[in-house]
């Protein structure tokens, strides 16, 4: 069976078709967020953050707060209070997350 070739010009229009479909959202929806590697330096980053925003507050935080006061996304908060939950360093209480 023989196989259609597809011209040069073709093929660049075919892409170019593809580019200009524009990404739907829904309504509301979040931009997503750059992945984040996971390493243990980034991993230990992100509870050096959590720490110094639990230690400079002084008193239980939630998530969203943690977040906003070391200025990193609520994901990356996460992944720095498993760290600090490994090394028993945070403690929960209800909602909130205090210094051990």
């Known amino acids: 069976m023989a196989e259609k070739k597809t011209t040069k010009k073709a093929a660049v229009k075919e892409t170019a078709e593809v580019k200009k479909a524009p990404a739907r959202r829904a309504c509301g929806a979040k931009k997503a967020a750059a992945a984040l590697v996971l390493t243990a330096e980034n991993v230990g980053f992100k509870a050096g953050d959590v720490y110094q925003a639990l230690a400079a ?16 996304t609520e994901e990356e908060t ?22 051990a």
């Open 57 to 72: 507050n002084g008193e239980a935080l939630t998530v969203k707060e943690i977040a906003k006061q070391a200025k990193i």
């Open 78 to 99: 996460l992944i720095g209070m498993g760290w600090l939950f490994k090394e028993g360093k945070i403690v929960a209480t209800d909602d909130k997350v205090s210094l």
